[in-house]
């Protein structure tokens, strides 16, 4: 096992996530899905976090990510979820200013933002 490192610490912190879309559309087809794979691992990527594995589903999507001890594991997520739903609103929703007042992801455990997460430790 490899454990990665930072200057007081070493770590190996993999974590499951799911999103599901606000009412569990089945939006997750064609055009959004190939949108969103590399918007997803490009977002993880700027905080410093690296997607293992992925899958989309029509109605959710699965993540295993490795996130440092240095980032709250909400931090890192919100930063993914709040981003890409502001892309995935430009890219296809013909929007050029922020998402406001309407939602790509359902409202997660007390009000977390966009997407839900569920996380198995």
């Given at each position: 096992?490899?454990?990665?490192?930072?200057?007081?610490?070493?770590?190996?912190?993999?974590?499951?996530?799911?999103?599901?879309?606000?009412?569990?559309?089945?939006?997750?087809?064609?055009?959004?899905?190939?949108?969103?794979?590399?918007?997803?691992?490009?977002?993880?990527?700027?905080r410093?976090?690296?997607?293992?594995?992925?899958?989309?589903?029509?109605?959710?999507?699965?993540?295993?990510?490795?996130?440092?001890?240095?980032?709250?594991?909400?931090?890192?997520?919100?930063?993914?979820?709040?981003?890409?739903a502001?892309?995935?609103?430009?890219?296809?929703?013909?929007?050029?200013?922020?998402?406001?007042?309407?939602?790509?992801?359902?409202?997660?455990?007390?009000?977390?933002?966009?997407?839900?997460?569920?996380?198995?430790?």
């Amino acid at each position: 096992m490899s454990y990665e490192s930072l200057s007081h610490s070493k770590w190996d912190c993999k974590y499951h996530v799911v999103f599901v879309p606000k009412y569990r559309k089945k939006v997750l087809y064609g055009k959004i899905r190939n949108f969103l794979g590399p918007v997803f691992h490009e977002l993880a990527g700027q905080r410093r976090s690296k997607i293992l594995e992925g899958h989309m589903v029509q109605d959710h999507v699965h993540m295993l990510i490795a996130i440092p001890l240095k980032y709250a594991v909400s931090e890192v997520l919100g930063y993914i979820k709040g981003k890409s739903a502001i892309a995935v609103a430009r890219q296809f929703s013909g929007r050029k200013t922020n998402f406001n007042g309407e939602s790509f992801c359902t409202q997660g455990h007390k009000g977390s933002g966009l997407c839900s997460i569920n996380c198995w430790f």
